[in-house]
């Protein structure tokens, strides 16, 4: 009988310690979290996981493109811009070099013109304005562009006998066989509206060997030879004859 009892209570005590050590088991994995060491779990996959937020924002747009892209410079008003341009062609006539330069810094057109057709290009080319005359042809004037009389710079400029300006205007390419309103070209405006002294020889000389043709006559049908034989310049009938 007391063999019994004693085995009875030890099985009682097993069973008790089996228990026991179940419990523990169940507390130890229900305590264990996802990346705590005491689990044994397939390593998580290497892709990473996107948030939503990071989902939300597109990636097809760069972030420095709003840094990058410049700005468009302001357009000035039309009113602005004219105020301007008649600024400068009023510097232009005054001769005024410094205020030109200045002027076409700030954005005046060289090309402008004012109520009589002159622009600061044609005004310089008309009155041997050299200097103010360059800075245009360095700002993009118009070659071509003529005046009232619808002649070119190189015209008026051959009437007056400005040499070095004439000099000018054909390298910069001027035509020279153009004819204004009157009929003329730059050949006949220097021998019909001058003296046909040693500046218009000169001038002439210029334009013969820039091409221009004293062939073409003028409204009442006479040559540049014929104007200068008829107005007794020898010399600049002489250098048309010796061409």
Request: with cysteine; proline share 6%; glycine share 8%.
């Given at each position: 009988?007391?063999?019994?009892r004693?085995?009875?209570?030890?099985?009682?005590?097993?069973a008790?310690?089996?228990?026991?050590?179940?419990?523990?088991?169940?507390?130890?994995?229900?305590?264990?979290?996802?990346?705590d060491?005491?689990?044994?779990?397939?390593p998580?996959?290497?892709?990473?996981?996107?948030?939503?937020?990071?989902?939300?924002?597109?990636?097809?747009?760069?972030t420095t493109?709003?840094?990058?892209?410049?700005?468009?410079?302001?357009?000035?008003?039309?009113?602005?811009?004219?105020?301007?341009?008649?600024?400068?062609?009023?510097?232009?006539?005054?001769?005024d070099?410094?205020?030109?330069?200045?002027?076409?810094?700030?954005?005046?057109?060289?090309?402008?013109k004012?109520a009589?057709?002159?622009?600061?290009?044609?005004?310089?080319?008309?009155?041997?304005?050299?200097?103010?005359?360059?800075?245009?042809?360095?700002?993009?004037?118009d070659?071509?562009?003529?005046?009232?009389?619808?002649?070119?710079?190189?015209?008026?400029?051959s009437?007056?006998?400005?040499?070095?300006?004439?000099?000018?205007?054909?390298?910069?390419?001027?035509?020279?066989?153009?004819?204004?309103?009157?009929?003329?070209?730059?050949?006949?405006?220097?021998i019909?509206?001058?003296?046909?002294?040693?500046?218009?020889?000169?001038?002439?000389?210029?334009?013969?060997?820039?091409?221009?043709?004293p062939?073409?006559?003028?409204?009442?049908?006479?040559?540049?030879?014929?104007?200068?034989?008829?107005?007794g310049?020898?010399?600049?009938?002489?250098l048309?004859?010796?061409?």
């Amino acid at each position: 009988m007391r063999r019994f009892r004693t085995w009875r209570r030890a099985r009682q005590v097993s069973a008790v310690v089996i228990a026991a050590a179940g419990v523990a088991a169940c507390l130890a994995a229900c305590q264990a979290g996802p990346g705590d060491p005491g689990r044994r779990e397939t390593p998580p996959s290497s892709a990473p996981v996107t948030s939503s937020a990071a989902a939300a924002t597109p990636t097809a747009v760069p972030t420095t493109a709003a840094a990058t892209t410049t700005a468009p410079s302001e357009t000035r008003a039309p009113e602005a811009q004219a105020e301007l341009d008649q600024r400068l062609i009023q510097a232009a006539k005054a001769n005024d070099v410094a205020m030109v330069a200045e002027l076409i810094r700030a954005g005046g057109s060289v090309n402008a013109k004012d109520a009589i057709e002159d622009s600061a290009f044609l005004y310089a080319g008309a009155e041997g304005f050299n200097e103010v005359l360059q800075l245009t042809l360095a700002a993009g004037a118009d070659v071509r562009s003529t005046n009232r009389f619808g002649g070119t710079a190189l015209i008026p400029a051959s009437e007056h006998g400005h040499v070095e300006t004439v000099r000018i205007l054909i390298a910069a390419g001027v035509p020279v066989n153009h004819v204004n309103n009157l009929g003329w070209t730059a050949m006949q405006e220097a021998i019909l509206l001058n003296n046909g002294g040693p500046r218009q020889q000169e001038v002439v000389r210029q334009l013969l060997a820039a091409g221009a043709d004293p062939g073409i006559r003028d409204p009442q049908g006479r040559t540049a030879l014929e104007n200068a034989e008829r107005l007794g310049f020898v010399e600049i009938a002489a250098l048309i004859r010796g061409r």
